[in-house]
């Protein structure tokens, strides 16, 4: 156990349909980064924050995709009208700015879009 | 276009060998590399880095070298071990910007 949490650790949706995922990271970072991994890939950079602030967007992230970070504790990422192209597994990393090695991943959100 | 690449997408090795993960980039501002491991639905776990600065670092049965010239990193694991059997990804940054991963390669520890 890293300290970060998602939730839902699976979830299974219908094309079209609007889905919503949490990271709560561990409680004194202050950057929080998602990233997503399909099959046979690693994990992709999607977006990262800065405390609440967003600070960069991969090309990755289309409009579909939105993310928030309220007052630079736990962050959602939704994605809207969903593809069979989202199913991935949508990792969150926090990072307590020391070096790179404290960048400390959760377990990951599985998505299937059917 | 892959910054970071990993050719092998799987790798046996016999338990007690040595087990040796190679990677290589073509960003030549990347400062720092990592490798992680990742089990089945778990999330990557930080394993070991090196600083562009250094050629070499080891911790206990874990050992990555640097070849700054190749644009070449390898992970040595010694002895192997059957916990050792997962994905490892190689990964690089930049200053203190986002990780690169590589694609990963499966590590299987024969018995």
């Known amino acids: 156990d890293t300290g970060v949490s998602q939730d839902p650790r699976h979830k299974i949706t219908k094309r079209g349909q609007n889905v919503t995922f949490r990271c709560d990271p561990i409680?004194?970072?202050?950057?929080l980064y998602w990233y997503r991994q399909t099959l046979g890939q690693g994990p992709e950079f999607l977006t990262y924050?800065?405390?609440?602030?967003?600070?960069?967007k991969s090309r990755l992230l289309s409009d579909r995709f939105s993310a928030e970070r309220p007052k630079g504790s736990f962050s959602t990422l939704e994605i809207q009208r969903t593809e069979q192209g989202d199913s991935a597994m949508y990792l969150c990393?926090?990072?307590?700015?020391?070096?790179?090695?404290?960048?400390?991943f959760g377990p990951g959100t599985r998505l299937l879009v059917l | 276009d892959q910054q970071v690449k990993q050719n092998s997408p799987s790798l046996s090795v016999q338990e007690g060998r040595i087990s040796i993960l190679n990677c290589d980039y073509t960003?030549?501002?990347?400062?720092?590399f990592l490798w992680y491991k990742k089990y089945p639905a778990e999330g990557p776990t930080f394993l070991i880095s090196?600083?562009?600065?250094?050629d070499k670092n080891e911790d206990g049965r874990f050992t990555v070298f640097l070849n700054k010239s190749a644009k070449h990193l390898s992970l040595h694991i010694v002895p192997s071990q059957p916990g050792d059997s997962a994905v490892y990804f190689c990964?690089?940054?930049?200053?203190?910007?986002?990780?690169?991963f590589g694609k990963g390669t499966r590590l299987h520890i024969l018995p």
């Open positions: 990393a926090s990072w307590g700015g020391r070096g790179r090695e404290t960048q400390y």
């Open positions: 960003n030549s501002m990347f400062d720092y």
């Open positions: 409680s004194e970072h202050n950057r």
């Open positions: 090196i600083s562009s600065i250094k």
């Open positions: 924050f800065q405390n609440e602030a967003q600070l960069e």
């Open positions: 990964a690089a940054s930049e200053g203190d910007d986002k990780i690169i």
